[in-house]
């Protein structure tokens, strides 16, 4: 039973990691808030299982808060902005899906490389996925550079603090219960005041492109 | 009572307050008085630490040493007279009709959260709690850069919101790095993030996984403080925000980004006993410097080129603490101190010149002796103190900095002299017609609060000439902290 759990520990953090790759190359925004969704799922039940095979309790907690804010509270967020901005069926137009799934698979690599030697010296039962989290974090940082658009941005800074929590869970048996909370506090606040600057986006541009925020270039 | 809880509370309830009395008549003066609080108290806090040596507050959570107390003054105190200086400022601002009352509640209630967030970082023992309250402070800044709802200020504090937020994302995994090797070498739970815990079992902690973990602090941390390749938002949000902001990002927040890179030095410097983190701090500040000094020379917006005086400056900083050893260490609290108070001076001057000028461009601001010869004296004498010349306290540092730099790293000395050198030709050059020549601006609506200006170039003037012999003790007792 236990080591069906602890190898599911593994299948959810390939989940994560084969939904990060999802995200870059997704074009509908809706379905790119889906898939954020689906991610922190994975992410909430990666941290109950670690949480009951290592009988850590603050994880249980932590797993909740994670589903609270990564799948309730987030997405009906930013369900709510894309509807009244009417972004809901946006298609984006990406460019060379190909080669940025290209320099994803780079970033994975690289990121088992340098995790590796670290991930050796872990306790954590699942410290295997430490590689996975890193990679995680750097596909999220690949999808900022690459998109456009206010909202697909927004998701991969998300997605990255999916990505950062993760590690948390996969090195170390879970961050102390205080950081924690103050971390999904930052989360939570940044996102209500990335909603905020949308609709001022929206207003002063007509737009949610961000390629209208390139003005400010040194001459 | 306790002095830190008043340190950290007046700030919070004035954030409260100010949310929802921000836009009355009085608004301003109620929070300059929350603000005096705050400094009164931190002035208190600073006579016990003085007077008892570093203080552990309510169990282990607060953490008050000379190094932390000293900012923490420094802090309470710019923080006071910015306000002071925003009472008449944005009054201007809303006779302009830039500011709508709701915009008032929010620039006041902000202003007072981004002064305890900031405290709460100085003061706290606990390296994630630190990373929230970088990161909280950061919030609170983003929406008063767009305050003015304008196309270039929406730009500017996306960038700061996307830049920061990914900086400070390394650094928070920098920071479960790090909490994983605390936890192999002296086991997990609350205690494992305790600086003080940390630092007194630094040397068991894991030399790879440290090294690690501070190329990633060093990243995340080192893009709050503006090291070049990372301080692309950094001009952006200052030139775009309200002058008090840009007063207070320049002058306060990059300190705390740096003193919280510091504490994670220590933490490496102790467990990789080879130097690695002090010379990739020396390679960070030297490019800093060198690179913003080049960008400085091509600005045309005021606020712009003083931002990129303080990227420079910042390098400077990190480059003297990169050198380590008492005198370098010494050098950079100082010069971490006279810069905090200059660059908020100018930018108090600036402030009145673009809102007489109606614009930040440099040729649209003319002869500023004429219409208003304090904001002229001011600007002009806040340029010669930031760039170095002799009395000033910024001489001083920077001079301790370029001697230890030729003994210790004799090849990076002619990389900043040049640097230098660029910064003052530029800074020089564009300041001088602004403050002199002829002129068509008109004075001002509201008498400006200039007490501010000349009291920071007081300072930084009196510690080119002279050090208190309790201040020196207590910059070479903050100085040992950090490994001198």
Same mark, same amino acid.
């Given at each position: 039973? %236990?080591?069906?759990?602890?190898?599911?520990?593994?299948?959810?953090?390939?989940?994560?990691?084969?939904?990060?790759?999802?995200?870059?190359? =997704?074009?509908?925004?809706?379905?790119?808030?889906?898939?954020?969704?689906?991610?922190?799922?994975?992410?909430?039940?990666?941290?109950?299982?670690?949480?009951?095979?290592?009988? =850590?309790?603050?994880?249980?907690?932590?797993? *909740?808060?994670t589903?609270?804010?990564?799948?309730?509270?987030?997405?009906?967020l930013?369900?709510?902005?894309?509807?009244?901005?009417? *972004?809901?069926?946006?298609?984006?137009?990406?460019? %060379?899906?190909?080669?940025?799934?290209?320099?994803?698979?780079?970033?994975?690599? !690289?990121? !088992? %490389?340098?995790?590796?030697?670290?991930?050796?010296?872990?306790?954590?039962?699942?410290?295997?996925?430490?590689?996975?989290?890193?990679?995680?974090?750097?596909?999220?940082f690949?999808m900022?550079?690459v998109?456009?658009?206010?909202?697909? =941005?927004?998701?991969?800074?998300?997605?990255?603090? %999916?990505?950062?929590?993760?590690a948390?869970?996969?090195?170390?048996s879970?961050?102390?219960?205080?950081?924690?909370?103050?971390?999904?506090?930052?989360?939570?606040?940044?996102?209500?005041?990335?909603?905020? !600057?949308? !609709?001022?986006?929206?207003? =002063?541009f007509?737009?949610?492109?961000?390629?209208?925020?390139?003005?400010?270039?040194?001459? | 009572?306790?002095?830190?809880?008043?340190?950290?509370?007046?700030?919070?309830?004035?954030?409260?307050?100010?949310?929802?009395?921000?836009?009355?008549?009085?608004?301003?003066?109620?929070?300059?008085?929350?603000?005096?609080?705050?400094?009164?108290a931190?002035?208190?806090?600073?006579?016990?630490?003085?007077?008892?040596?570093?203080?552990m507050?309510?169990?282990?959570?607060?953490?008050?040493?000379?190094?932390?107390?000293?900012?923490?003054?420094?802090?309470?105190?710019?923080?006071f007279?910015?306000?002071?200086?925003?009472?008449?400022?944005?009054?201007?601002?809303?006779?302009?009709?830039?500011?709508?009352?709701?915009r008032?509640?929010?620039?006041?209630?902000?202003?007072?959260?981004?002064?305890?967030?900031?405290?709460?970082?100085?003061?706290?023992?606990?390296?994630?709690?630190?990373?929230?309250?970088?990161?909280?402070?950061?919030?609170?800044t983003?929406?008063?850069v767009?305050?003015?709802?304008?196309?270039?200020?929406?730009?500017?504090a996306?960038?700061?919101?996307?830049?920061?937020g990914?900086?400070?994302?390394?650094?928070?995994?920098?920071?479960?790095?790090?909490?994983?090797?605390?936890?192999?070498?002296?086991g997990?739970?609350?205690?494992?993030l305790?600086w003080?815990?940390?630092?007194?079992?630094?040397?068991?902690?894991?030399?790879?996984?440290?090294?690690?973990?501070?190329?990633?602090?060093?990243?995340?941390?080192?893009?709050?403080?503006?090291?070049?390749?990372?301080?692309n938002?950094?001009?952006?949000?200052?030139?775009?925000?309200?002058?008090?902001?840009?007063?207070?990002?320049?002058?306060?927040?990059?300190?705390?980004?740096?003193?919280?890179?510091?504490?994670?030095?220590?933490?490496?410097?102790?467990?990789?006993?080879?130097?690695?983190p002090?010379?990739?701090?020396?390679?960070?500040?030297?490019?800093?410097?060198?690179?913003?000094?080049?960008?400085?020379?091509?600005?045309?917006?005021?606020?712009?080129?003083?931002?990129?005086?303080?990227?420079?400056?910042?390098?400077?900083?990190?480059?003297?603490?990169?050198?380590?050893?008492?005198?370098?260490n010494?050098?950079?609290?100082?010069?971490?101190?006279?810069?905090?108070?200059?660059?908020?001076?100018?930018?108090?001057?600036?402030?009145h010149?673009?809102?007489?000028?109606g614009?930040?461009?440099?040729?649209?601001?003319?002869?500023?002796?004429?219409?208003?010869?304090?904001?002229?004296?001011?600007l002009?004498?806040g340029?010669?103190?930031?760039?170095?010349?002799?009395?000033?306290?910024?001489f001083?540092?920077?001079?301790?900095?370029l001697?230890?730099?030729?003994?210790e790293?004799?090849?990076?000395?002619?990389?900043?002299?040049?640097?230098?050198?660029?910064?003052f030709?530029?800074?020089?050059g564009?300041?001088?017609p602004?403050?002199?020549?002829?002129?068509?601006?008109?004075?001002?609506?509201?008498?400006?609060?200039?007490l501010?200006?000349?009291?920071?170039?007081?300072?930084?003037?009196?510690?080119?000439?002279?050090?208190?012999?309790?201040?020196?003790?207590?910059?070479r007792?903050?100085?040992q902290?950090?490994?001198?």
């Amino acid at each position: 039973m %236990n080591t069906l759990l602890s190898q599911s520990i593994n299948l959810f953090a390939v989940v994560l990691l084969v939904l990060a790759f999802a995200m870059i190359a =997704q074009r509908r925004i809706l379905t790119l808030i889906h898939l954020f969704t689906l991610q922190g799922a994975a992410l909430a039940a990666a941290t109950l299982i670690v949480g009951y095979l290592t009988g =850590q309790h603050h994880l249980y907690f932590s797993a *909740v808060l994670t589903f609270v804010l990564k799948v309730i509270l987030i997405p009906i967020l930013l369900h709510r902005v894309i509807r009244r901005l009417n *972004v809901r069926w946006d298609v984006e137009t990406l460019f %060379n899906i190909p080669t940025t799934m290209l320099i994803g698979i780079v970033l994975v690599i !690289f990121a !088992f %490389n340098l995790a590796a030697p670290i991930a050796g010296l872990s306790t954590s039962i699942a410290r295997g996925t430490l590689g996975i989290a890193l990679a995680c974090v750097l596909l999220s940082f690949l999808m900022m550079i690459v998109r456009a658009k206010a909202v697909p =941005q927004v998701i991969g800074f998300l997605s990255m603090e %999916n990505g950062l929590f993760f590690a948390a869970t996969a090195a170390t048996s879970g961050m102390p219960m205080i950081v924690e909370l103050g971390i999904a506090f930052d989360v939570l606040v940044g996102i209500l005041i990335l909603g905020v !600057f949308m !609709f001022q986006i929206r207003e =002063q541009f007509d737009s949610l492109d961000i390629r209208h925020l390139e003005k400010l270039k040194e001459d | 009572m306790d002095p830190l809880l008043l340190v950290l509370a007046t700030p919070l309830l004035g954030g409260v307050l100010l949310a929802l009395w921000g836009d009355r008549e009085r608004a301003g003066e109620l929070n300059a008085a929350m603000s005096l609080l705050t400094l009164a108290a931190s002035v208190w806090l600073t006579v016990i630490v003085v007077r008892d040596g570093p203080l552990m507050v309510w169990g282990e959570w607060f953490f008050v040493d000379p190094l932390n107390v000293f900012l923490v003054t420094l802090t309470a105190f710019v923080g006071f007279t910015t306000s002071l200086f925003s009472r008449p400022y944005m009054r201007i601002e809303r006779d302009h009709g830039k500011m709508t009352p709701g915009r008032m509640r929010l620039f006041h209630s902000m202003y007072q959260l981004f002064n305890g967030m900031m405290l709460v970082a100085l003061t706290t023992n606990n390296l994630g709690i630190l990373w929230v309250a970088m990161e909280a402070a950061t919030l609170t800044t983003v929406l008063l850069v767009s305050v003015y709802r304008t196309a270039a200020s929406l730009e500017a504090a996306w960038k700061y919101f996307i830049l920061c937020g990914v900086g400070i994302a390394q650094a928070l995994f920098g920071t479960i790095l790090l909490y994983l090797a605390a936890e192999r070498a002296i086991g997990g739970g609350e205690g494992a993030l305790l600086w003080t815990h940390l630092a007194q079992s630094k040397h068991l902690l894991d030399p790879g996984t440290l090294s690690l973990a501070f190329v990633f602090l060093l990243l995340g941390y080192g893009t709050k403080v503006g090291l070049v390749p990372v301080h692309n938002w950094l001009p952006d949000a200052h030139a775009e925000g309200p002058t008090p902001i840009s007063a207070v990002l320049s002058g306060l927040l990059l300190n705390v980004a740096l003193y919280a890179l510091l504490r994670c030095k220590v933490l490496a410097d102790g467990a990789l006993a080879n130097g690695l983190p002090g010379r990739m701090m020396i390679g960070f500040g030297l490019v800093t410097v060198v690179v913003a000094a080049f960008f400085l020379s091509r600005q045309r917006d005021v606020k712009r080129m003083f931002a990129y005086s303080s990227i420079e400056h910042m390098g400077l900083m990190t480059f003297a603490f990169g050198l380590g050893g008492p005198i370098a260490n010494f050098a950079g609290l100082l010069h971490m101190t006279v810069h905090a108070l200059v660059k908020s001076a100018i930018f108090f001057a600036v402030g009145h010149a673009a809102q007489k000028a109606g614009s930040q461009a440099m040729e649209d601001i003319r002869g500023l002796l004429k219409v208003n010869p304090t904001v002229g004296w001011g600007l002009m004498l806040g340029s010669l103190a930031i760039l170095g010349m002799p009395p000033f306290g910024v001489f001083a540092s920077e001079f301790l900095v370029l001697t230890t730099a030729m003994r210790e790293a004799p090849w990076a000395t002619p990389f900043l002299l040049v640097a230098l050198g660029v910064a003052f030709a530029a800074i020089f050059g564009r300041v001088q017609p602004m403050v002199f020549g002829e002129t068509s601006l008109r004075p001002l609506a509201h008498p400006p609060a200039l007490l501010p200006v000349f009291v920071h170039l007081g300072l930084a003037l009196m510690l080119g000439l002279y050090v208190p012999p309790y201040l020196e003790g207590w910059y070479r007792q903050a100085a040992q902290m950090i490994g001198g």
